[in-house]
T-cell receptor, first 115, second 112 residues
């Protein structure tokens, strides 16, 4: 039973355009959400997070939107750059940060930025 | 400020052997997490430890797997009598309190 779902295994976007990565969750107890970026042969790198008391968090080119009623969050990257090509994991937890229970990850979306 | 260090990066074991994976958390971090990533899958939580204590091992198989985080030295994930299905990337992460997890580059275990 997957509690965090990323339904698009891959996404191709032209350089300079907006990349939108989506994530759905089923566990209504989740109250903290994170996005991680992963390059091949490396560990995931923390990108941005959002608490359930907010519906938007922005950091430079990256913005995360949270729709609690729909149990949906999305990551927007604008403008997309070649270095953004990576696998993006959505993660959720009960409690802030890493949390005592660890993070529940989606399967990831492979973002490919086309020149 | 060194990040999370995992070694070895690659580990090959024959069926039935033991695999020992090491993780040194970031300086100042006292919380360690182990995750496993199977091919085409996301990262699956295995165990959460603080110094000398296992806090949550709900994601760890009941048999053959064990983890420790001693007072001195790295955290160790031990897999006894490995089988082919144990082949995966094992990631360690650390945090301090409620900070986001910082991950190491993983150990890729191949069981032949």
């Amino acid at each position: 039973d997957q509690q965090v779902k990323q339904n698009s295994p891959s996404l191709s976007v032209q350089e300079g355009r907006i990349s939108i990565l989506n994530c759905d969750y089923t566990n209504s107890m989740f109250d903290y959400f994170l996005w991680y970026k992963k390059y091949p042969a490396e560990g995931p790198t923390f990108l941005i997070s959002i608490s359930s008391i907010k519906d938007k968090n922005e950091d430079g080119r990256f913005t995360v939107f949270l729709n609690k009623s729909a149990k949906h969050l999305s990551l927007h990257i604008v403008p997309s750059q070649p270095g953004d090509s990576a696998v993006y994991f959505c993660a959720a937890s009960v409690g802030s940060g890493g949390g005592a229970d660890g993070l529940t990850f989606g399967k990831g979306t492979h973002l490919i930025i086309q020149p | 400020n060194a990040g999370v260090m995992q070694n070895p990066r690659h580990l090959v074991r024959r069926r039935g052997q033991e695999a020992r994976l090491r993780c040194s958390p970031m300086k100042g971090h006292s919380h360690v997490y182990w995750y496993r990533q199977l091919p085409e899958e996301g990262l699956k939580f295995m165990v959460y430890l603080q110094k000398e204590n296992i806090i949550d091992e709900s994601g760890m198989p009941k048999e053959r797997f064990s983890a420790e985080f001693p007072k001195e030295g790295p955290s160790i994930l031990r897999i006894q009598q490995v089988v082919r299905g144990d082949s995966a990337a094992y990631f360690c992460a650390s945090s301090q309190g409620s900070s986001p997890l910082h991950f190491g580059n993983g150990t890729r275990l191949t069981v032949t």
